[in-house]
């Protein structure tokens, strides 16, 4: 019978059954110009991700599927439709002339956008498998093909058998929503020649087969050893293929689930086989116009190339279960489910990519968990699939999320949102300083970025964020009208950055402190962070914590003061939000320089030893247990990035923005890992804001103010930049296409808009340039503060300022 099936690992189109084979390589690849990376072969035994938004699978890039993750230990991967697991995974296997031979060490690993391919040559057949697996959009469903090449010049005859594994449990804090995970049972449906699986106790199923009928079928049998941990069943198909010389066949499966009903799995089950093929069409037409939005062409092509598949692995984490909503989670494998902070990062960096759409889900989301867990304008941090919240909020969640609000609205102009989250922000404040401001000094007390046992008095991201959080407050309440509370909430800012500055500065360190504390609470710090720099072996660490603890003999038990200890990244989170005075964020960022390696910024800093500068090794290699002790990430190493474009500094910024881009596709083809450059989630949401706020909103210097229906440009290229292109940024109902190009001292700017009645605000430094033009014609710039600034309207401006 005829059926469809992939070609070349993309293509999918009618072909023959396994019991009538064709050739197929005279038909055109329409796919040829999907892009595409090839993984590292030492990392074959590493993770892959076939995402999708309702089903993702996890497995090994070499095609088997280990026991891996450690949230709920060793069930972190499989094929996973949250808030249940699916499968463990699947084994497939080929008999031929007496041998067999399972498919379980992949030769290669191929990434794409939507989709990915292992592939395994075994010339004691005579044969070349590829495996092929996408997720489609919406679906409780994968998809998974076998392509078979006989690549001798006489037919041959195989059997081939596919065992699905099923695995159906609840989701890490199942217990708490009464989730308990029963025995599996697997059943022959006769009928649709295909396994339905069912956990005994629940109304948990998934089913998997093939359009092709088996030659045989059975259950409980072991393949090729596999023998996961876990409750699940086996249960296998067998194929009879009949290859002629040089032909090719496909057998695909269809792999579908469903934690409510047998019937919505059977459902899904036939929606995906029969329309596999425009499912895959409509996903690959999907990714490609995420790659169109803010598409970026400059000289670092290896960032260029990072960027654009930043836009794919950020979509990869979206995970969307009806009964609690739509989001961006935070990383996988263990980290698939819903946190406030991350998203107060992330989703920053997703408005400049142009998701709009998932900006507002993700945010309508934790605001709703948010007031159903706490109903206090308090944002939870840690909230799991089956809507059981971990952590209710650390401190710092609650302003950050507040600063989203206004950010998101300076990029929509969406004035119904901004009412309609508004009374959160007021009431997250209020919270804020109410519960949390024990000593009333306007700094907040508790655990903020760092999750570092003692690290809960008054913290500088805290004090930061909450800064940023009422200077952006202040501006919403003008904007709705509350003047006098605008009044306040700026007052309070103006406040908050006196005292970051005053307070939380060391000179000694040339640092924003650690935390503000009491001399007992530092000393309690020191004992453990010498045992920890002591333990990893940081003689210089060890020196300064014992030099510091010397210093604290003569200080009151209670007399509170800023502490540099740990060195964590988080002290430049003051530069981060462009709150430091000049003359100290210049002197930190400097500072901040000494507590890095090639890939990035230290977590924290007394990790860091004298040969950090140089070591490009591996950090997997050398963990025996999951830690991110000794960790450098790309949320920090953004971090530094953001903070050096807001002083001016964007060639230093570019070497952080190099640094990070070292990671990309070190382990996982077109991803880069939460721990660089190899440990950690395989991918991570708030990697997007490390590189989207420097490249978009610093480098190119794209400012967007929709509710006034204007975009200012402040752009400010690193040295080794001459040219530089940014299309289809959204800002509004407006996008934006930007070239960027310098020669000697005259710098052009070529800008198209889609709506031609609103402003573009040309901005830069004072003096720079003594001659502006404007489409050939001489323009007079207006002063404004420390800048030039040039408003041009039109949907085509061409600006030429020549120093």
Request: hydrophobic share 40%.
């Given at each position: 019978m005829k059926r469809l099936c992939f070609l070349g690992g993309l293509l999918l189109l009618q072909c023959t059954a396994p019991s009538d084979p064709a050739t197929q390589a005279s038909r055109p690849d329409r796919f040829a110009d999907v892009p595409s990376l090839t993984g590292r072969p030492a990392y074959l035994r590493s993770p892959f991700l076939t995402a999708g938004d309702r089903v993702y699978l996890v497995g090994h890039q070499d095609g088997q599927f280990p026991d891996l993750g450690w949230h709920v230990t060793g069930e972190m991967g499989g094929l996973w439709d949250h808030p249940i697991k699916l499968l463990d995974g699947f084994v497939a296997e080929l008999t031929a002339e007496g041998r067999t031979v399972c498919l379980t060490e992949a030769d290669t690993f191929r990434n794409y956008p939507f989709a990915n391919a292992h592939l395994y040559r075994i010339p004691e057949m005579g044969l070349r498998v590829e495996r092929m697996q996408f997720v489609p959009d919406g679906k409780e469903a994968l998809v998974v093909d076998y392509t078979f090449t006989n690549e001798r010049d006489t037919a041959q005859a195989y059997t081939f058998r596919w065992t699905g594994v099923s695995d159906l449990r609840p989701v890490w804090l199942g217990e708490r929503t009464g989730m308990v995970d029963s025995t599996d049972r697997a059943t022959w449906d006769e009928a649709g020649q295909r396994w339905v699986v069912q956990d005994a106790g629940n109304p948990w199923y998934v089913v998997f087969g093939s359009e092709t009928d088996p030659s045989a079928h059975a259950?409980?049998?072991a393949s090729c050893a596999?023998?996961?941990?876990g409750r699940g069943v086996s249960a296998s198909l067998r194929y009879n293929l009949h290859l002629p010389p040089r032909a090719t066949v496909h057998v695909m499966f269809t792999v579908a689930g469903s934690y409510r009903s047998r019937q919505a799995a059977l459902a899904t089950y036939e929606d995906v086989q029969t329309n596999a093929a425009a499912l895959l069409e409509a996903k690959r037409t999907r990714y490609a116009r995420l790659a169109q939005q803010s598409e970026l062409s400059i000289p670092d092509k290896e960032i260029q190339q990072a960027f654009a598949w930043l836009k794919y692995s950020t979509d990869w984490l979206v995970r969307e279960v009806p009964e609690q909503g739509r989001g961006l989670s935070?990383?996988?494998?263990?980290?698939?489910?819903?946190?406030g902070v991350d998203n107060a990062y992330a989703l920053k960096g997703v408005l400049a990519i142009g998701q709009t759409d998932l900006v507002y889900r993700t945010i309508a989301l934790i605001h709703q968990l948010s007031d159903s867990a706490n109903g206090n304008g308090r944002i939870v941090h840690e909230v799991s699939t089956n809507g059981a919240v971990f952590n209710p909020g650390n401190v710092n969640e609650t302003p950050q999320f507040a600063s989203l609000i206004w950010t998101v609205y300076e990029w929509t102009g969406d004035r119904a949102f901004l009412e309609r989250y508004y009374p959160t922000v007021k009431e997250g404040l209020d919270w804020l300083m109410t519960e949390n401001d024990r000593d009333g000094n306007l700094l907040p007390d508790g655990f903020g970025m760092m999750e570092i046992h003692g690290l809960n008095s008054e913290m500088v991201d805290v004090a930061a964020y909450t800064q940023r959080a009422f200077a952006d407050a202040a501006a919403m309440a003008q904007e709705l009208g509350e003047d006098s509370l605008a009044r306040r909430y700026a007052d309070l800012a103006a406040q908050l950055r006196r005292k970051i500055n005053d307070d939380f500065w060391v000179p000694a360190f040339r640092s924003y402190a650690d935390f503000i504390g009491t001399t007992e609470q530092a000393r309690h710090l020191i004992d453990d962070a010498l045992i920890r720099a002591d333990t990893l072996h940081k003689p210089w660490a060890v020196d300064e914590l014992q030099a510091t603890r010397r210093a604290l003999a003569s200080y009151p038990a209670q007399q509170k003061q800023g502490f540099v200890l740990h060195h964590n990244w988080v002290v430049n989170?003051?530069?981060e939000m462009g709150i430091a005075d000049t003359a100290k964020a210049l002197a930190a960022l400097e500072t901040g320089h000494r507590f890095v390696n090639p890939y990035g910024v230290f977590v924290t800093g007394i990790d860091r030893d004298e040969t950090a500068g140089e070591d490009e090794s591996s950090f997997a290699q050398h963990q025996k247990v999951f830690t991110y002790t000794g960790a450098v990430m790309t949320l920090p190493t953004g971090v530094q990035a953001i903070a050096e474009n807001n002083?001016?500094?964007?060639?230093q910024a570019l070497d952080y923005l190099r640094r990070m881009t070292r990671s990309f596709s070190f382990a996982l083809p077109g991803s880069l890992y939460e721990v660089s450059p190899d440990?950690?989630?395989?991918?991570?949401?708030?990697?997007?804001?490390?590189f989207a706020v420097p490249l978009v909103q610093q480098f190119f210097g794209i400012r967007p103010r929709a509710y006034a229906q204007t975009i200012r440009l402040q752009p400010q290229m690193p040295s080794a930049w001459n040219e530089a292109r940014l299309a289809n940024v959204k800002v509004g109902d407006n996008a934006l296409d930007m070239q960027y190009y310098r020669t000697g001292?005259?710098?052009e700017l070529q800008l198209h808009q889609r709506q031609a009645?609103?402003?573009l605000e040309v901005a830069f430094p004072a003096g720079k340039f003594a001659r502006w033009e404007q489409d050939g014609k001489v323009v007079t710039p207006r002063r404004e503060g420390n800048f030039d600034v040039w408003v041009a309207e039109g949907r085509d401006v061409g600006l030429r300022l020549t120093e």
């Amino acid at each position: 019978m005829k059926r469809l099936c992939f070609l070349g690992g993309l293509l999918l189109l009618q072909c023959t059954a396994p019991s009538d084979p064709a050739t197929q390589a005279s038909r055109p690849d329409r796919f040829a110009d999907v892009p595409s990376l090839t993984g590292r072969p030492a990392y074959l035994r590493s993770p892959f991700l076939t995402a999708g938004d309702r089903v993702y699978l996890v497995g090994h890039q070499d095609g088997q599927f280990p026991d891996l993750g450690w949230h709920v230990t060793g069930e972190m991967g499989g094929l996973w439709d949250h808030p249940i697991k699916l499968l463990d995974g699947f084994v497939a296997e080929l008999t031929a002339e007496g041998r067999t031979v399972c498919l379980t060490e992949a030769d290669t690993f191929r990434n794409y956008p939507f989709a990915n391919a292992h592939l395994y040559r075994i010339p004691e057949m005579g044969l070349r498998v590829e495996r092929m697996q996408f997720v489609p959009d919406g679906k409780e469903a994968l998809v998974v093909d076998y392509t078979f090449t006989n690549e001798r010049d006489t037919a041959q005859a195989y059997t081939f058998r596919w065992t699905g594994v099923s695995d159906l449990r609840p989701v890490w804090l199942g217990e708490r929503t009464g989730m308990v995970d029963s025995t599996d049972r697997a059943t022959w449906d006769e009928a649709g020649q295909r396994w339905v699986v069912q956990d005994a106790g629940n109304p948990w199923y998934v089913v998997f087969g093939s359009e092709t009928d088996p030659s045989a079928h059975a259950s409980g049998e072991a393949s090729c050893a596999y023998q996961p941990a876990g409750r699940g069943v086996s249960a296998s198909l067998r194929y009879n293929l009949h290859l002629p010389p040089r032909a090719t066949v496909h057998v695909m499966f269809t792999v579908a689930g469903s934690y409510r009903s047998r019937q919505a799995a059977l459902a899904t089950y036939e929606d995906v086989q029969t329309n596999a093929a425009a499912l895959l069409e409509a996903k690959r037409t999907r990714y490609a116009r995420l790659a169109q939005q803010s598409e970026l062409s400059i000289p670092d092509k290896e960032i260029q190339q990072a960027f654009a598949w930043l836009k794919y692995s950020t979509d990869w984490l979206v995970r969307e279960v009806p009964e609690q909503g739509r989001g961006l989670s935070a990383g996988l494998p263990d980290y698939p489910w819903w946190f406030g902070v991350d998203n107060a990062y992330a989703l920053k960096g997703v408005l400049a990519i142009g998701q709009t759409d998932l900006v507002y889900r993700t945010i309508a989301l934790i605001h709703q968990l948010s007031d159903s867990a706490n109903g206090n304008g308090r944002i939870v941090h840690e909230v799991s699939t089956n809507g059981a919240v971990f952590n209710p909020g650390n401190v710092n969640e609650t302003p950050q999320f507040a600063s989203l609000i206004w950010t998101v609205y300076e990029w929509t102009g969406d004035r119904a949102f901004l009412e309609r989250y508004y009374p959160t922000v007021k009431e997250g404040l209020d919270w804020l300083m109410t519960e949390n401001d024990r000593d009333g000094n306007l700094l907040p007390d508790g655990f903020g970025m760092m999750e570092i046992h003692g690290l809960n008095s008054e913290m500088v991201d805290v004090a930061a964020y909450t800064q940023r959080a009422f200077a952006d407050a202040a501006a919403m309440a003008q904007e709705l009208g509350e003047d006098s509370l605008a009044r306040r909430y700026a007052d309070l800012a103006a406040q908050l950055r006196r005292k970051i500055n005053d307070d939380f500065w060391v000179p000694a360190f040339r640092s924003y402190a650690d935390f503000i504390g009491t001399t007992e609470q530092a000393r309690h710090l020191i004992d453990d962070a010498l045992i920890r720099a002591d333990t990893l072996h940081k003689p210089w660490a060890v020196d300064e914590l014992q030099a510091t603890r010397r210093a604290l003999a003569s200080y009151p038990a209670q007399q509170k003061q800023g502490f540099v200890l740990h060195h964590n990244w988080v002290v430049n989170t003051p530069m981060e939000m462009g709150i430091a005075d000049t003359a100290k964020a210049l002197a930190a960022l400097e500072t901040g320089h000494r507590f890095v390696n090639p890939y990035g910024v230290f977590v924290t800093g007394i990790d860091r030893d004298e040969t950090a500068g140089e070591d490009e090794s591996s950090f997997a290699q050398h963990q025996k247990v999951f830690t991110y002790t000794g960790a450098v990430m790309t949320l920090p190493t953004g971090v530094q990035a953001i903070a050096e474009n807001n002083y001016g500094r964007p060639d230093q910024a570019l070497d952080y923005l190099r640094r990070m881009t070292r990671s990309f596709s070190f382990a996982l083809p077109g991803s880069l890992y939460e721990v660089s450059p190899d440990f950690g989630m395989m991918a991570q949401a708030w990697t997007i804001y490390s590189f989207a706020v420097p490249l978009v909103q610093q480098f190119f210097g794209i400012r967007p103010r929709a509710y006034a229906q204007t975009i200012r440009l402040q752009p400010q290229m690193p040295s080794a930049w001459n040219e530089a292109r940014l299309a289809n940024v959204k800002v509004g109902d407006n996008a934006l296409d930007m070239q960027y190009y310098r020669t000697g001292g005259e710098i052009e700017l070529q800008l198209h808009q889609r709506q031609a009645d609103w402003s573009l605000e040309v901005a830069f430094p004072a003096g720079k340039f003594a001659r502006w033009e404007q489409d050939g014609k001489v323009v007079t710039p207006r002063r404004e503060g420390n800048f030039d600034v040039w408003v041009a309207e039109g949907r085509d401006v061409g600006l030429r300022l020549t120093e």
